[in-house]
């Protein structure tokens, strides 16, 4: 779902996401997406079992969906910050998240932050993804 704010911004909510409460998925200004924080939820507000590497899917996904909502693809992202509940065990997995990575989004990466917090907003969340991404024209 997406609607335009006062300012003429274009706020966007995938309804296949969870149903935002409080904040939004994403917001369109101009050719520029920012695209709100994602943890690995399902669609029913479940956080996804299985760990930091079935996490990082749900999460990541969550962003793309944002971001093709918006109009854009993955090689539009120009800033990623991932925040991570524990960075040694996401360190650990580097190599499995950098190939589910590259399957979703390509092997250009953009410009990124890894960064240790002791808590997500959901308690049981160990990561989240937030970024900005800029449309091309195509």
Same mark, same amino acid.
């Given at each position: 779902m997406t609607n335009q704010t006062a300012t003429g911004n274009r706020t966007i909510n995938p309804a296949s996401l969870p149903k935002p409460s409080g904040y939004a998925h994403g917001i369109l200004s101009g050719n520029t997406v920012f695209l709100g924080g994602q943890t690995a939820l399902d669609k029913d507000m479940n956080i996804v079992p299985g760990g930091i590497v079935e996490q990082f899917r749900q999460?990541?996904?969550?962003?793309?969906?944002?971001?093709?909502? =918006? %109009?854009g693809k993955p090689q539009d992202l120009?800033?990623?910050?991932?925040?991570?509940?524990?960075?040694?065990?996401?360190?650990?997995?580097?190599?499995?998240?950098?190939?589910?990575?590259?399957?979703? =989004? %390509?092997?250009?990466?953009?410009?990124?932050a890894g960064i240790g917090v002791s808590r997500l907003w959901q308690k049981e969340a160990m990561i989240e993804i937030q970024g900005i991404a800029v449309i091309q024209d195509r």
């Open positions: 999460a990541f996904s969550n962003v793309l969906t944002t971001l093709a909502e =918006a %109009g120009v800033s990623v910050t991932i925040y991570l509940t524990d960075v040694d065990d996401y360190m650990a997995h580097g190599k499995e998240i950098g190939r589910i990575w590259r399957e979703m =989004a %390509g092997s250009e990466y953009p410009a990124m």
